[in-house]
């Protein structure tokens, strides 16, 4: 089966850089999502990485490690919109989405 | 659709009712999923249809729980006998196949109450 463990919280200051960092376990890997979700809101797609090594995206980059079995997700230049649920999910051998419990993170003025 | 449609996006009903929840996915996505979302919770993985091929129904809860998927686009879940732990936001996500990327787009969901 699959779990992956996160932060349950996270607070960081206006214009900082926050890490947000993910351990899975999984009989299969096939790569590692991460998700956004605002209060009340629908969970956005943010990034995926299925091979080692860091994808940036404009202010948020995804860092993955196989071997490890870890990633992250990096926010920089924090702004208070940032403040969401942040979700890592490994996929299953069928093609579903695994879900951590999240990252709850509030971004302070 | 531009987008994923849940309907209704909020429903009250009474413990021992039956409800059915729609996903209208965005067209062309021939993968669909349900989770369930306990308030402060994760996306708990319910339900998977992938094309014409049988679902994978193995994060269903009881067997109070189905859901079929009409002319490989429309979705209901049903919830049959409904009980106050079935409370919660409801979410469907559609995604091309295999979900490359694992770019799932999700609908706004169904916030289910029961009393």
């Known amino acids: 089966g699959q779990s992956l463990e996160q932060p349950s919280e996270v607070t960081a200051v206006e214009g900082a850089i926050v890490q947000i960092n993910c351990t899975y376990q999984t009989s299969g890997f096939y790569g590692l999502s991460w998700y956004q979700q605002h209060d009340g809101g629908a969970p956005t797609f943010l990034s995926y990485?299925?091979?080692?090594g860091l994808e940036e995206t404009g202010r948020f980059s995804s860092f993955l490690s196989r071997s490890d079995s870890y990633g992250y997700l990096l926010l920089q230049e924090l702004q208070m919109k940032d403040s969401a649920s942040y979700f890592c999910a490994v996929r299953g051998s069928q093609g579903n989405l695994i879900f951590g419990k999240g990252t709850k993170l509030s971004v302070k003025p | 659709g531009a987008g994923v449609s849940q309907s209704p996006s909020n429903k009250v009903t009474e413990k021992g009712k039956d409800v059915e929840l729609r996903c209208d996915p965005i067209s062309g996505h021939t993968a669909l999923y349900w989770y369930r979302q306990s308030l402060g919770q994760g996306l708990e993985f319910l339900i998977y249809?992938?094309?014409?091929?049988?679902?994978?129904k193995s994060g269903l809860p009881s067997d109070r729980f189905s859901a079929e998927r009409t002319g490989g686009s429309v979705s209901t879940l049903t919830i049959q006998r409904t009980q106050q732990e079935d409370s919660a936001v409801y979410l469907c996500?559609?995604?091309?196949?295999?979900?490359?990327?694992?770019?799932?787009?999700f609908g706004s969901g169904t916030r289910l109450t029961v009393v």
């Open positions: 990485n299925a091979l080692d």
């Open positions: 996500a559609s995604s091309l196949a295999p979900p490359g990327g694992g770019g799932y787009t």
């Open positions: 249809f992938q094309g014409n091929s049988a679902p994978d």
